[in-house]
């Protein structure tokens, strides 16, 4: 298994498709922080969304990273096609620890805040990132070559979804409360990391496990979907 996380290593370093998003990332941070104090769960809050459409960006760029040959060729090394993907998974999720660990850390060892964030804040907010970070990818991993017929088609659709996440909440107010169990939940990983108290509002356990839950299924559901797809491309 290690060894197929340092190929993809160096298959997805020699590719340079992550300069863009990481590049963006650390601007957008550094913009962030570069005047003080800052609130600290409303900071948080900022970059974990920064993190959630980077680590998507990511993983678009990511999944489909080998053509197809080569896919059969590490394919036949490993005989899990399911595994391959897990792994893939495993090793964008892996690539964003690094920066949004930087994301909680930075800001207080610069002393950015207006106050020294607790040790259960800043456990709350590493937290919100993992899930953020997993979130996107999980949302990114659909929108692939075997899956989607034309880049475009899947760039689009990508970004529908993850515009759509953003704006959850507003759209849950405007429509019906059914849909919330359809909208990817980042609004609850918003709620958790807002500095607003003035809200009365309590989430249930339900709806604080609700990111978990969807993460799961969506990992689960696209294993299965690819395993059964094997190497066949939407494009053909």
Known sequence: ???ILFYYHR?????????????????????????????????????????????AWFCYGFIDIEDETQQIITFLHSRKLTLLY?????????????ISTFAIIYPIIFDKFDYTPSFQ??????????????????????????????????????????SISLGGQGIIDQTTPIISWIIPPYRIILFILSDDNKTNNVLTPIEIASPVI???????????????????????
């Open 1 to 3: 298994m290690l060894h």
């Open 11 to 55: 298959y997805y370093q020699r590719s340079y498709r992550y300069v863009a998003p990481l590049t963006l990332y650390l601007i957008a941070v550094f913009f962030l922080y570069g005047v003080v104090p800052n609130p600290v769960m409303d900071s948080y809050a900022i970059t974990s969304t920064f993190l959630f459409f980077v680590s």
């Open 86 to 98: 897990a792994l893939k998974l495993l090793y964008i999720w892996l690539f964003t620890l690094p």
């Open 121 to 162: 804040q800043a456990l709350i907010a590493f937290s919100c990132h993992q899930l953020s970070a997993l979130l996107g990818i999980s949302i990114a991993v659909w929108f692939n070559q075997k899956l989607f017929r034309t880049t475009r088609l899947s760039f689009f659709g990508l970004c529908t979804i993850l």
């Open 214 to 236: 969807y993460i799961t299924i969506l990992i689960l559901s696209f294993l299965l979907v690819m395993k059964n797809r094997k190497f066949e491309n939407s494009n053909k």
